[in-house]
């Protein structure tokens, strides 16, 4: 059990931590004035999302063109990943929080959608970065990937509740 959970701590923690990246509700009906936490949720995404400019802007030494380019693919990434994890969600946080109740069939299929979750967000994330070929090139390019992942950790472990 301990190898599984090493295997879904990054995917987990991403998820929890895009939560407020995702958009917030989809909705035929007419826009409205949004909630106070919606309002809350949207200002910790774009906090999020300009520490992560930063970030990329330092460590690829992006230009601000290159950022402003960049950005938008990368936030539209995040918002797709997060429709993955929602489908985890319920079952994950069950499992996470120790729910003695999760029978066999569920937590067989928990697996499976985790083994299909991981392909499909390979899939997400060859299609975006393939993408940014157009913005980028040589080494910032390559670097992409692991310099987002580090962005996503080092971010986790900051906003991470300390334990006692």
């Given at each position: 059990?301990?190898?599984?959970?090493?295997?879904?701590?990054?995917?987990?923690?991403?998820?929890?931590?895009?939560?407020?990246?995702?958009?917030?509700?989809?909705?035929?009906?007419?826009?409205?004035?949004?909630?106070?936490?919606?309002?809350?949720?949207?200002?910790?995404?774009?906090?999020?999302?300009?520490?992560?400019r930063?970030?990329?802007?330092?460590?690829?030494?992006?230009?601000?063109?290159?950022?402003?380019?960049?950005?938008?693919?990368?936030?539209?990434?995040?918002?797709?990943?997060?429709?993955?994890?929602?489908?985890?969600?319920?079952?994950?946080?069950?499992?996470?929080?120790?729910?003695?109740t999760?029978?066999?069939?569920?937590?067989?299929?928990?697996?499976?959608?985790?083994?299909?979750?991981?392909?499909?967000?390979?899939?997400?994330?060859?299609?975006?970065?393939?993408?940014?070929?157009?913005?980028?090139?040589?080494?910032?390019?390559?670097?992409?990937?692991?310099?987002?992942k580090?962005?996503?950790?080092?971010?986790?472990?900051?906003?991470?509740?300390?334990?006692?």
């Amino acid at each position: 059990m301990l190898r599984m959970n090493k295997s879904l701590i990054y995917p987990l923690a991403l998820m929890l931590g895009s939560i407020c990246l995702a958009p917030s509700s989809l909705s035929a009906q007419q826009p409205k004035k949004p909630a106070k936490s919606e309002s809350i949720h949207q200002e910790h995404r774009e906090r999020i999302r300009a520490e992560k400019r930063a970030f990329l802007v330092k460590e690829l030494s992006l230009t601000t063109a290159e950022a402003d380019a960049l950005m938008p693919l990368l936030n539209e990434l995040d918002d797709k990943r997060f429709g993955l994890w929602r489908e985890l969600e319920p079952i994950g946080r069950r499992l996470r929080q120790g729910d003695k109740t999760l029978t066999a069939e569920e937590m067989s299929s928990f697996y499976d959608k985790t083994l299909d979750f991981h392909v499909k967000e390979a899939e997400l994330e060859r299609t975006y970065y393939l993408r940014a070929k157009t913005i980028l090139y040589g080494d910032r390019l390559v670097r992409l990937p692991w310099v987002c992942k580090e962005f996503a950790r080092r971010y986790f472990d900051k906003h991470r509740p300390k334990k006692h």
